[in-house]
Nanobody
Framework: VQLQASGGGLVRTGGALRLSCAAS????????LGWFRQAPGEEREFVAA????????YYADSVKGRFTVSRDNAQNTVWLQMDNLKPDDTAVYYC???????????????????WGQGTQVTVSS
């Protein structure tokens, strides 16, 4: 099972990036997919998540109104559209899969079932 994240990079404040995470090795039926991030010296924190049916989405307060999470189950892919980026968004972003969306909403990184490798996002001021 592999989650392959991509799309990170260096942008200026106010810019945008779109992260992608392609899953392989199994389908993620019934799994919530989402994103955490980790800045240097900080703990990994929840960013956004979406249920398998796409009916429910959760966002961290710090990204609400700026980030949008989406998924395509046929492609086994989840995206994170990040607009109006700020320097505080600088971090390594990790995609993740968990059976319970509460794992994301409650910021329980230790209960994530599958992790992708990180992709660096750097926002310059």
């Amino acid at each position: 099972v592999q989650l392959q994240a991509s799309g990170g990079g260096l942008v200026r404040t106010g810019g945008a990036l779109r992260l992608s995470c392609a899953a392989s090795g199994r389908t993620f039926e019934d799994y919530a997919l989402g994103w955490f991030r980790q800045a240097p010296g900080e703990e990994r924190e929840f960013v956004a998540a979406i249920t398998y049916t796409r009916a429910i989405k959760y966002y961290a307060d710090s990204v609400k109104g700026r980030f949008t999470v989406s998924r395509d189950n046929a492609q086994n892919t989840v995206w994170l559209q990040m607009d109006n980026l700020k320097p505080d968004d600088t971090a390594v972003y990790y995609c993740a899969a968990a059976l319970q969306i509460a794992t994301f909403r409650k910021n329980q990184a230790n209960k994530v079932d599958y992790w992708g490798q990180g992709t660096q996002v750097t926002v310059s001021s």
